[in-house]
């Protein structure tokens, strides 16, 4: 018997604070699902195939993460593969009254368990909308983000930039 977890999220795209709490989480369960959730009515800068290919590329080195997709609940998607856990990092208070309601109301859906991981201090203020924002902007977020994840956003950035001047 595996003992799953799953860390749930849009990813759009992901950070060094999710890749945090994924690799945390990657320490602590035998398989770890990174679950990209589909919002239908929010236009990403990364399709769910890019975002699901950049997780797989990134946290390949943990031997223990499956990438998938899911849109609806994400209880139903736990139940569908038996996960009793969600992963979840907490930036601040302000997350952890969020996050508490929906923990609470996924326990009484199913009965899976949320546990909460403090995000690091260094990545405390992070969120996928403030660099893209910031890099949208001109500003350097190559510290804030993968790599792999800084180079395609930058060409991203580049291709959006020229499809406006043409």
Same mark, same amino acid.
């Given at each position: 018997?595996? +003992?799953?977890?799953?860390?749930?999220?849009?990813? *759009?795209?992901?950070?060094?604070?999710?890749? @945090?709490?994924?690799?945390?989480?990657?320490? %602590?369960? @035998?398989? #770890?699902?990174?679950?990209?959730?589909?919002?239908?009515?929010?236009?990403?800068?990364?399709?769910? &195939? &890019?975002?699901?290919?950049?997780?797989?590329?990134?946290?390949?080195?943990?031997?223990?993460?499956? #990438?998938?997709?899911?849109?609806?609940?994400?209880? =139903? $998607?736990?139940? *569908?593969?038996?996960?009793?856990?969600?992963?979840?990092?907490?930036?601040?208070?302000? =997350?952890? =009254?969020?996050?508490?309601?929906?923990?609470?109301?996924? !326990?009484? %859906?199913?009965?899976?368990?949320?546990?909460?991981?403090?995000?690091?201090?260094? $990545?405390?203020?992070?969120?996928?909308?403030? #660099?893209?924002?910031?890099?949208?902007?001109?500003? @350097?977020?190559? !510290?804030? #983000?993968?790599?792999?994840?800084?180079? +395609?956003?930058?060409?991203?950035?580049? &291709?959006?930039?020229?499809?406006?001047? @043409?």
């Amino acid at each position: 018997m595996f +003992r799953r977890a799953v860390c749930p999220g849009s990813f *759009d795209p992901i950070t060094n604070g999710h890749l @945090d709490i994924i690799e945390r989480a990657s320490r %602590l369960y @035998d398989v #770890v699902h990174v679950a990209v959730l589909v919002n239908k009515s929010k236009k990403g800068m990364f399709t769910v &195939e &890019e975002r699901i290919a950049m997780i797989e590329e990134i946290t390949a080195q943990y031997g223990n993460v499956k #990438v998938e997709s899911h849109a609806g609940l994400l209880v =139903d $998607y736990c139940k *569908d593969r038996e996960i009793p856990a969600i992963v979840k990092g907490l930036r601040a208070v302000s =997350d952890f =009254d969020y996050e508490l309601q929906m923990a609470q109301m996924n !326990h009484g %859906l199913t009965g899976v368990e949320t546990l909460f991981v403090p995000t690091s201090p260094t $990545y405390s203020f992070l969120s996928s909308s403030l #660099v893209k924002e910031v890099a949208t902007l001109g500003g @350097d977020v190559s !510290h804030l #983000v993968p790599e792999l994840v800084f180079r +395609r956003l930058t060409e991203r950035i580049a &291709e959006r930039s020229a499809g406006q001047t @043409d």
